[in-house]
């Protein structure tokens, strides 16, 4: 099995979106100008689609991979509701007497809901219910169709010159 971190993904990603926010209309104007620019620009041009077709049946294993785990609808348990803690308890009794004893603006009430809120933000049960593996394979999945139009537009910019239509 071959796995990437989801550092490459998020660099392979992050190239789709420069290049589809990129303004394109100078690519349609000529090229580059300057004889050693062109030839710096041709050289890692030509070294990046290397790399990438090195890395093409890898890239092709993940997508599909990432594919198929999508495709498999695991059940997930059912989570009945955490009961709640005595703290909580003892707290939200102790908020509701302060507030009922010197109002819902004094200090001893804010303080007593304060702590509610501190004790409710330290359960942590809400936050672990959801992983985020179906959106990791979303974006896997993207990340690996963005490389493989990475390698197209690269091809055809290698053979650009070779078409009858050219000069």
């Known amino acids: 099995m ?3 971190p989801p550092s490459l993904n998020r ?5 789709v979106e420069e290049i589809n926010a990129s303004d394109n209309s100078a690519a349609f104007t000529g090229g580059v100008v300057d004889a050693e ?12 689609s290397k790399i990438l077709e090195e890395q093409k049946e890898q890239i092709e294993s993940v997508k599909d991979l990432a594919s198929k785990i999508r495709a498999i609808k695991l059940t997930k348990p059912e989570s009945s509701p955490q009961p709640v803690s ?3 308890e003892k707290a939200l ?9 010197f109002g819902a603006t004094s200090t001893e ?9 501190d004790i409710a933000q ?17 974006e896997t999945i993207e990340a690996c169709e963005a490389i493989e139009e990475l390698q197209r537009a ?3 910019n290698e053979h650009a010159g070779s078409g009858r239509y050219q000069g």
Do not use: G, H, P, Q
């Not at 009794?93 to 004893?101: H, I, N, P, V």
């Open 37 to 48: 620019t062109s030839a710096e620009y041709d050289e890692k041009v030509l070294a990046l």
């Open 109 to 117: 009430a804010k303080l007593a809901w304060e702590t509610v809120e």
């Open 154 to 156: 690269l091809y055809v």
């Open 11 to 15: 660099v392979a990603w992050d190239i």
């Open 93 to 101: 009794a102790e908020a509701r007497d302060l507030t009922e004893k």
């Open 86 to 88: 005595a703290a909580m």
């Open 2 to 4: 071959v796995s990437f």
């Open 122 to 138: 330290n359960d942590s049960s809400e936050a672990m219910k959801n992983d985020l593996t179906d959106e990791c394979l979303i």
